[in-house]
């Protein structure tokens, strides 16, 4: 099993920046995709960003331009960095990992951190 803990979300004005991090743990494997999903109310969960363990990234339109996804591979930690945040930003944001084990690929989630964008 992976784990996975997330924090940084929060409350911000149009505008601003927040900066959300994703920590794996448990059984490990170095072939994988982490990245984020939001879910608005209402909404379906769609993709906002990913990065592979190589470094490709992958943006939704919307973020491009104003998110930045990152990792740390030493620490299995995954970052994304949030600029020019709107209120359609608003959303609960879920961590994903989705790794190699055994020549199957195994989704894991995190539990979600509220962002709130708002002035």
């Known amino acids: 099993q992976v784990q996975l803990v997330e924090s940084g979300g929060g409350l911000v004005q149009p505008g601003g920046s927040l900066r959300l991090s994703c920590a794996a743990s448990?059984?490990?494997?170095?072939?994988?995709?982490m990245g984020w999903y939001r879910q608005a109310p209402g909404k379906q969960r769609e993709l906002v960003s990913t990065i592979t363990n190589s470094g490709s990234t992958n943006y939704a339109d919307s973020v491009k331009g104003r998110f930045t996804i990152s990792r740390d591979n030493a620490k299995n930690t995954v970052y994304l960095q949030m600029n020019s945040l709107k209120p359609e930003d608003t959303a609960v944001y879920y961590c994903?990992?989705?790794?190699?084990?055994?020549?199957?690929?195994?989704?894991?989630w995190g539990q979600g951190t509220q962002v709130t964008v708002s002035s």
């Open positions: 448990g059984n490990i494997f170095s072939i994988y995709v």
């Open positions: 994903n990992r989705r790794q190699l084990q055994s020549l199957r690929w195994n989704d894991y």
